[in-house]
C-alpha cells in the first residue's frame, strides 16, 4: 500500500511540475511610471538529492521539479535501499530523460562528501533523520 501512494504522489508532483513551465519564463515589472525591470529565471545547473533513507518518494518529489526547471540531478541512493534509485533512473530512461539528466551515485559519507565540497553542484537536498542533519550543519554544508 505505501508504495502505491509513492506513485500516486509522484504523480501529482509530474502534474505540479509540467504547470510550473508557465511560471518559470520570467516576467516584467513595473517599479515606476516609464521603468521596467525584467525578471530572468534561470536554472542552477547540477543539483543534489540524498536519500537517506529508504521511501522511494523522495527521488519523485525531486526528479520533477529539478529536470523541468532545466537543471541535472545527482541522487545519492540510499543504503538501506539502493534498488530503488537504480530503478528511478531506468524509469527516467525509459520515459525519454536524456543520459547524464539524472545520475545515481552510491556509496557512504565519503560520496556524500565529495557531492557537498564539489564546486560545480550548485544545491544540496536531503531528507532524513536529525543525526544526518546535525552532522551537514557541523560540517558547514548548510550554508549551500
Known sequence: PDAHGDVLCGLQVVETAIAVTSNIVGEKLE????????????????????????????????????TITGNTLILKASKQDPGAGKITAELCAHAGLPEGIVNVVHGTTPVVNRICDHGAIKAVSFVGGRLSRKTYIREGHEER
Do not use: E
Open 31 to 66: 517599479v515606476s511610471k516609464d521603468m521596467d525591470t525584467d525578471v530572468r529565471k534561470l536554472p542552477l545547473g547540477v543539483c543534489a538529492r540524498f536519500v537517506l533513507k529508504c521511501p522511494p518518494i523522495i527521488p519523485l518529489w525531486t526528479i520533477p521539479l529539478a
